[in-house]
T-cell receptor, first 116, second 111 residues
Framework: GAGVSQSPSNKVTEKGKDVELRCDPI?????LYWYRQSLGQGLEFLIY????????KSGLPSDRFSAERTGGSVSTLTIQRTQQEDSAVYLC??????????????FGEGSRLTVL | GQQVMQIPQYQHVQEGEDFTTYCNSS?????IQWYKQRPGGHPVFLIQ?????EVKKQKRLTFQFGEAKKNSSLHITATQTTDVGTYFC???????????FGAGTRLFVKA
């Protein structure tokens, strides 16, 4: 696709359930970021993938959160045993490092998670 | 860890007035980016500044990067209702690629 694609766009789940959020970055982009944005708040860094390097997981808020990136493309963010405070919009962004790129992060539309 | 602070949190202006948002990092940055997020939308890239003391303009928007590469500002001249939204700065540490966002400044413009 032309842009960053995220699914589902909306997810309502019950407290204690596991959820998976998917991000399909722009083709050829080697860098992929996950951010979390609570209502009316800023973007909280969660995790960063770059090519085949070990991901920077320093922003994951607890061990209930994990993320994978298979084949250097699609990424899945998994939240286990969801809590109400996990409710937020989860944004994925991709970027093409190197060359003459501007460093611009291209964001998807986000996945809105509501934990009841 | 790296922190990026942004003020003010909110700004209400009358259409035609100027607006400025300020960004300050606890560490020296390799670059600073600015994004705009419209209500209900996702952040959209505006610009990246890399050089110490750099100033860039986009029509009514002026972006500055401090001499020490630890602070930045975005100034909008003669605001319009289309400027409504939240403006975020985002900084990247020297030698790293993690991009940390400020909390954003939400701009309200009254016609």
């Amino acid at each position: 696709g032309a842009g960053v694609s995220q699914s589902p766009s909306n997810k309502v789940t019950e407290k204690g359930k596991d959820v998976e959020l998917r991000c399909d970055p722009i083709s050829g982009h080697t860098a992929l970021y996950w951010y979390r944005q609570s209502l009316g708040q800023g973007l909280e860094f969660l995790i960063y993938f770059q090519g085949n390097s070990a991901p920077d997981k320093s922003g994951l808020p607890s061990d209930r959160f994990s993320a994978e990136r298979t084949g250097g493309s699609v990424s899945t963010l998994t939240i286990q045993r969801t809590q109400q405070e996990d409710s937020a919009v989860y944004l994925c962004a991709s970027n093409q490092r190197g060359g003459a790129n501007t460093g611009e992060l291209f964001f998807g539309e986000g996945s809105r998670l509501t934990v009841l | 860890g790296q922190q990026v602070m942004q003020i003010p949190q909110y700004q209400h202006v009358q259409e035609g007035e100027d607006f400025t948002t300020y960004c300050n990092s606890s560490t020296t940055l390799s670059n600073i980016q600015w994004y705009k997020q419209r209500p209900g939308g996702h952040p959209v890239f505006l610009i990246q500044l890399v050089k110490s003391g750099e100033v860039k303009k986009q029509k009514r928007l002026t972006f500055q990067f401090g001499e020490a590469k630890k602070n930045s500002s975005l100034h909008i001249t003669a605001t319009q209702t289309t400027d409504v939204g939240t403006y975020f700065c985002a900084g990247r540490n020297t030698g790293g690629f993690k991009t940390i966002f400020g909390a954003g400044t939400r701009l309200f413009v009254k016609a």
